[in-house]
């Protein structure tokens, strides 16, 4: 009975909401690397190139491409692949959004970030909603957070509310449809072109 207790009472916390102060410390995360990202994009003396390449290597560690890439590829298509395919799929996968906001980049334009109250999801997750403004208009972004091995990572990124974790596991699911892992791995292949 005390062994059932237990259980119950770890299980209980473990479904607690976040509190005030692990919220506040994911927001101060977001928006340190997104005003470190804007000071390295306003810098008149550096190269695209170099620009890119500094912004690559803050935002990197700050995703979870591994947890992205699963949900994206969804538990069927995660189960149809070794350890060694998954780890081949998340390499790619990694290129492939990383040659996407990459393209981006050089559009910015003097955009400034207004963020919103962080809203807990469980114990484990954050959603941090902004709004991205400039000039002409505003642009809702919704960055969610996954606490992993004691650290907050991004798991998902939704812009004007189309996720990009959906939005691949409908392009995947499509393949699969009429095709194999196989296939993904080429479509991804093919994207760096």
Known sequence: MKKFLYVALVSFILSLPVGATEKNTVLNLLKSKLDTAIMILEKKDMKQEEKNIAISELVMPFINFELMGKLSLGKKG???????????????????????????????????????????????????????????????????????????????????????????????????????????????EESKE
């Open 78 to 188: 995660w189960s149809l692949m070794s350890d060694q395919k998954r780890k081949e799929f998340t390499e790619l996968f990694i290129k492939r959004l990383e040659r996407s906001y990459l393209k981006e980049l050089p559009f910015y334009s003097d955009e400034k970030v207004i963020y919103k109250e962080p809203v807990a999801s469980g114990s484990k997750k954050v959603n941090i909603p902004t709004l991205l403004v400039s000039k002409q208009n505003e642009i809702s972004v919704l960055y969610k957070f996954y606490l992993s091995n004691e650290k907050w990572r991004i798991y998902d990124v939704e812009v004007e509310g189309i996720s990009i974790v959906s939005s691949y596991r409908a392009q995947f699911k499509e393949v699969l449809k009429k095709g194999t892992i196989e296939d993904i791995f080429v479509k991804l």
